[in-house]
């Protein structure tokens, strides 16, 4: 009877111990990992909107509110949370999400910033031009575009035979909370990057049309994601065996109208922007020259975050990507690391080092990249992905975990 007992309570425990190793990786685990990163997340949004409002989400500054008088809806309105004169970002887009057709005079670089038009129309869409209610949906949004895009990267490193949970060092990566933080568009954009990306390789008839939309959406968004775009473009057109002519030959196609998808959108985008202010916006983050950026930075006395969180772990990236190359591994996901590193470290602009707000977020491509490449580099290289991971996650235990759990416990003990 002991034996018998203690032989139930075995089985008991091996069941417990499978379910929860199924559960933590196993055919569902892109799930979990999507509502765990996306728990922290609507937490500490929750947490903090208890004691600071939906508007000092935005960081409008005085200045550009003040600077003209076309539109009523964003003159007019009682409620800013002024963050001094200047602002940050995100200002802009809620400013388009409020007026559309009359925010040009509030924004800085007008034909730069309409171009990135499709975080404020879905805002002001949800927040049917009301100030209050648009505040709220620039960071709905954001939370919903984190939860799909976790999980949709969850479920195509399952599908590739890697662990859901590297989709989490992308989900925490420090870009990503700046950007839930500051209602700018780099959530939105790179989520629907991931659709692309899974849509592209595991989709359903038509997978190459949906995934080109995905892609044409998220350059409205953010056109820094057409780096992917162009990256499994060009691996369609080169794909198949054999002599590169016969490859040409047979795939282009296919490949021009998923390039014309992708691409064809922005460029009319572009035109009916330059049509309507005169411009076509092209200020941009890269620099022509190379290390422009980082001398920038050495000149102006390196700001330590900058360097442990953005310039060291984006340049171990690079050589992680060069490595594979160097040991002849030409996938997809392996140049789209190496172009991303390159262009977003080696070509940035001095003014994406002004601070760690801007390098962080413009460098979020690095960080989906790398966990992008993580499944296919090779052992020598595997180093050089987890010590940028390391560097990445280190201060968000600082900066997102210690305040939700101990949000959540002062919650529970004197609110509950």
Request: aromatic share 14%; proline share 5%.
């Amino acid at each position: 009877m002991i034996r018998s007992g203690e032989a139930t309570a075995g089985h008991r425990a091996s069941d417990l111990i499978g379910s929860v190793r199924s559960a933590v990786d196993g055919g569902r685990s892109w799930l979990l990992v999507g509502l765990t990163v996306s728990f922290v997340y609507i937490a500490w949004t929750l947490l903090t909107l208890m004691h600071f409002s939906a508007q000092d989400f935005i960081h409008v500054g005085r200045s550009f509110v003040e600077r003209s008088h076309a539109s009523q809806t964003i003159s007019s309105y009682p409620g800013y949370r002024f963050d001094g004169e200047i602002g940050y970002d995100g200002e802009f887009n809620y400013f388009i999400a409020l007026d559309p057709a009359q925010a040009a005079p509030y924004i800085d670089y007008p034909a730069y910033r309409y171009t990135r038009i499709l975080y404020p129309l879905l805002a002001g869409a949800l927040g049917g031009g009301n100030p209050d209610l648009v505040a709220n949906a620039l960071i709905a949004i954001n939370l919903v575009m984190i939860a799909l895009g976790i999980g949709v990267l969850g479920a195509w490193l399952r599908r590739r035979g890697a662990s859901a949970w590297l989709a989490a060092v992308y989900g925490f990566y420090p870009g990503l909370f700046v950007a839930l933080q500051r209602d700018t568009s780099e959530i939105v954009a790179y989520s629907l990057v991931i659709v692309a990306l899974y849509l592209y390789d595991f989709g359903p008839r038509w997978r190459l049309v949906l995934s080109a939309v995905f892609f044409a959406l998220a350059a409205l968004t953010r056109e820094t994601t057409l780096v992917f775009a162009y990256v499994w473009s060009f691996g369609l057109l080169l794909a198949g065996e054999g002599a590169i002519v016969a490859r040409l030959r047979a795939n282009w196609r296919r490949f021009v109208p998923f390039l014309a998808i992708s691409f064809g959108p922005l460029v009319v985008w572009k035109v009916f922007v330059w049509v309507w202010l005169g411009s076509f916006g092209l200020q941009g983050v890269l620099s022509p020259v190379p290390f422009t950026g980082l001398h920038y930075l050495i000149r102006h006395e390196v700001e330590m975050e900058q360097l442990r969180t953005v310039v060291v772990p984006a340049l171990l990236c690079l050589g992680a990507a060069i490595l594979a190359l160097w040991a002849r591994i030409r996938r997809l996901e392996i140049w789209a690391l190496f172009i991303n590193s390159l262009l977003y470290m080696a070509f940035l602009s001095p003014a994406s080092f002004d601070d760690f707000t801007s390098s962080a977020r413009v460098t979020v491509p690095i960080a989906l990249a790398a966990v992008l490449a993580a499944p296919y580099l090779p052992p020598r290289a595997k180093p050089w992905f987890w010590v940028p991971a390391a560097l990445w996650l280190t201060p968000m235990i600082f900066w997102i975990f210690l305040p939700v759990e101990s949000g959540l416990q002062e919650l529970v003990l004197h609110r509950l």
